[in-house]
């Protein structure tokens, strides 16, 4: 198991407790992400599962857009996910008995129904959407036992809502209220999905996109 994160100390200790190994990675740099094949290859022999996990959110509205904000969220919500895609594929091709994976991109219900407050996240959740199903086709076609899935969850209570929690007290409450199940997430929630698609019990979804949001886009808002 590889945790890799720009985070040291978080990725590090997370490696630590599951008896992993752990690789500081910028997902935004296609260097980073060829020493980290490098460094997978050569201590694991094999990639299995790749899981493009890191994210950001900006909170700018169009009208405050920063261009070098906008540059910095794409490079990691997309860029990084397509580097991760296509250093993945790569790797997973020379596994001892055939080329054989499954990449999991995390996208999110802002996929789907545009957050106004951040045009710039919505941009890139809806883009990991399609560079998803692109790259599903793209293996499935040319014969990889290559899967490639889009899971896009709800709000869940982990650290990047913790500025938006924190901005007023009613704010827990208003995430809590965006799914009808009155609640958000659990991270565990979110990776038992997760893991369900990095297993082989998932060996004939490909291209498809899972929704784990307590049922927040199958209703119409308040009727
Ligand atoms: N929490 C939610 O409500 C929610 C909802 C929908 C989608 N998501 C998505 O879930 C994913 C995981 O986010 P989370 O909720 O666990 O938040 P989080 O902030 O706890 O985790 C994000 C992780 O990405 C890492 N990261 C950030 N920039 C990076 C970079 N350039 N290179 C490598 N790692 C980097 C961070 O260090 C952090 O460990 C993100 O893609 C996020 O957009 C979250």
């Known amino acids: 198991m590889v945790v890799a994160d720009i985070q040291a100390d978080l990725g ?5 407790e ?11 740099s296609d260097a980073g992400w ?5 460094g997978v290859e050569a201590g694991q022999g094999r990639l299995d599962v790749l899981f493009n996990n890191a994210g950001i959110v900006l909170g700018q509205s169009i ?12 490079g990691v919500n997309l860029t990084g996910v397509m580097l991760g895609c296509q250093k993945g594929i790569a790797l997973m091709k020379k596994n001892p008995g055939g080329p054989k994976g499954s990449i999991i991109n995390t996208a999110s219900t802002a996929a789907y129904a545009a957050i106004p407050s ?4 919505s941009a890139t959740k809806s883009a990991v959407r399609l560079l ?9 076609r040319a014969g990889y036992a290559i899967r490639c899935n889009s899971l896009h969850p709800g709000a869940t209570d982990t650290a990047i809502l913790a ?3 924190g901005a007023a007290p009613h704010m827990r409450a208003a995430f809590d209220a965006m799914s009808p199940m009155g609640r958000m997430a659990r991270p565990d929630e979110i990776a038992a999905v997760a893991l369900f698609l990095a297993s082989d019990e998932a ?8 929704l784990a949001d307590g049922g927040m886009m199958a209703g119409h808002p308040g009727i």
């Open 12 to 16: 590090a200790g997370l490696a630590r």
């Open 18 to 28: 599951i008896g992993g190994e752990f690789f500081q990675l910028d997902v935004a």
């Open 34 to 38: 060829t020493s980290l094949m490098a």
């Open 63 to 74: 009208e405050d857009l920063n261009l070098a904000d906008w540059d910095r969220i794409i």
């Open 118 to 121: 951040d045009p710039a996240y």
């Open 132 to 140: 998803t199903k692109a790259v599903a086709v793209h293996c499935a």
């Open 163 to 165: 500025p938006a929690l």
């Open 203 to 210: 060996s004939y979804v490909t291209g498809a996109e899972y």
